[in-house]
């Protein structure tokens, strides 16, 4: 919520949504996310105005990140240059070793807070064989990795193709569900919706995530601009892999691969693109 409003004795009373959130310490945070809240920082505390609700959040949260030791079918970070290790953002940073039926974590500190929380945890010195054991984890996880986003300059290929028959193709596919933006870390639009009580002395303004997939989205007045699907797949795929570089600097993909998991009709991000620059 972010403000509400009352009416009492012919005087309006606007009260601004200053709850003080609870502090967070997300766990087994993986490379991938990191990079996500990296973007999300950017969209959210860059530029001349932070958002205020997101940096209460933000602040004081701790993050304990896992190297991954296994990649799932559909992960392609190592492509994305986002993982699958934990290279910053995180507080302490664990990587599993798993030896005779033995669990062992090796941690790396990333922050004063990290370092505070480790002396007061049992723990012995890494040695270098231990890190060597680590490292041949992350190596083995880059080298099983499920997919790969093809290399060149993805922006470009798709700013110079957005007429490329394959839009109209994986529009015949896609449901327009938005789910591949309610999973992916690094969407961040919102829309607010108002709402009143019927007495009419009360009302309040809260914000959700919203979805380039759905009409409302670019709807202004007489009609939607992106009123097909095949409008709304080509503006959520360019955004993320293309205009994002203008907008922020980076690609808005971490290779999570979650777009591709939850897609009900199974269309894959990396394979549009490289159906795109014309490969199998
Ligand atoms: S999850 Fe798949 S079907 Fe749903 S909007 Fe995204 S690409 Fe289309
Ligand atoms: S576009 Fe897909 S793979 Fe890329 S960050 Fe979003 S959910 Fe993950």
Same mark, same amino acid.
């Given at each position: 919520?972010? %403000?509400?409003?009352?009416?009492?004795?012919?005087?309006?009373?606007?009260?601004?949504?200053?709850?003080?959130?609870? $502090?967070?310490?997300?766990?087994?945070?993986?490379?991938?996310?990191?990079?996500?809240?990296?973007?999300?920082?950017?969209?959210?505390?860059?530029?001349?105005? /932070?958002? #205020?609700?997101?940096?209460?959040? $933000?602040?004081?949260?701790?993050?304990?990140?896992?190297?991954?030791?296994? /990649?799932?079918?559909?992960?392609?970070?190592?492509?994305?240059?986002?993982?699958?290790?934990?290279?910053?953002?995180?507080?302490?940073?664990?990587?599993?070793?798993?030896?005779?039926? =033995? +669990?062992?974590?090796?941690?790396?500190?990333?922050?004063?807070?990290?370092?505070?929380?480790?002396?007061?945890? #049992?723990?012995?010195?890494?040695?270098?064989?231990?890190?060597?054991?680590?490292?041949?984890?992350?190596?083995?996880? &880059?080298?099983?990795?499920?997919?790969?986003? #093809?290399?060149?300059?993805?922006?470009?290929?798709?700013?110079?193709?957005?007429?490329?028959? @394959?839009?109209?193709?994986?529009?015949?596919?896609?449901? &327009?569900?938005?789910?591949?933006?309610?999973?992916? #870390?690094?969407?961040?639009?919102?829309?607010?919706?108002? &709402? +009143?009580?019927?007495?009419?002395?009360? &009302?309040? @303004?809260?914000? $959700?995530? !919203?979805?380039?997939?759905?009409?409302?989205?670019?709807?202004?007045?007489?009609?939607?601009?992106r009123s097909s699907?095949k409008a709304r797949?080509r503006q959520?795929?360019?955004?993320?892999?293309?205009? %994002?570089? !203008?907008?922020?600097?980076? +690609?808005?993909?971490?290779?999570?691969?979650?777009?591709?998991?939850?897609?009900?009709?199974?269309?894959?991000?990396?394979? =549009?693109?490289?159906?795109?620059?014309?490969?199998?």
């Open positions: 919520r972010l %403000w509400s409003a009352k009416r009492e004795d012919g005087e309006t009373r606007v009260t601004a949504d200053v709850t003080e959130p609870p $502090r967070f310490a997300f766990i087994g945070v993986r490379a991938c996310e990191l990079n996500a809240i990296a973007i999300q920082d950017r969209v959210f505390l860059g530029g001349p105005f /932070a958002d #205020p609700h997101y940096q209460a959040r $933000r602040e004081d949260a701790f993050f304990v990140a896992v190297n991954c030791g296994q /990649a799932g079918g559909t992960c392609f970070c190592a492509s994305m240059k986002t993982g699958p290790k934990a290279e910053a953002g995180f507080d302490l940073a664990l990587t599993e070793m798993l030896e005779d039926g =033995e +669990s062992r974590f090796l941690v790396e500190v990333g922050s004063d807070e990290g370092h505070d929380v480790l002396a007061a945890l #049992p723990r012995e010195p890494a040695t270098a064989a231990d890190e060597a054991t680590a490292t041949g984890i992350v190596a083995r996880t &880059t080298a099983s990795m499920g997919r790969s986003m #093809p290399e060149g300059n993805i922006r470009e290929l798709l700013l110079e193709n957005l007429e490329h028959p @394959r839009w109209d193709d994986v529009a015949e596919r896609c449901l &327009t569900c938005g789910n591949c933006t309610m999973v992916c #870390p690094t969407c961040f639009c919102t829309s607010v919706e108002d &709402t +009143s009580d019927l007495t009419g002395t009360e &009302t309040s @303004r809260e914000r $959700r995530w !919203d979805s380039c997939f759905t009409m409302d989205f670019s709807y202004i007045h007489g009609g939607s601009v699907g797949y959520w795929m360019t955004h993320k892999l293309a205009t %994002w570089f !203008d907008q922020f600097g980076t +690609s808005g993909c971490v290779g999570c691969g979650r777009c591709v998991t939850w897609c009900p009709v199974g269309i894959d991000i990396t394979e =549009e693109v490289r159906a795109i620059q014309g490969g199998d």
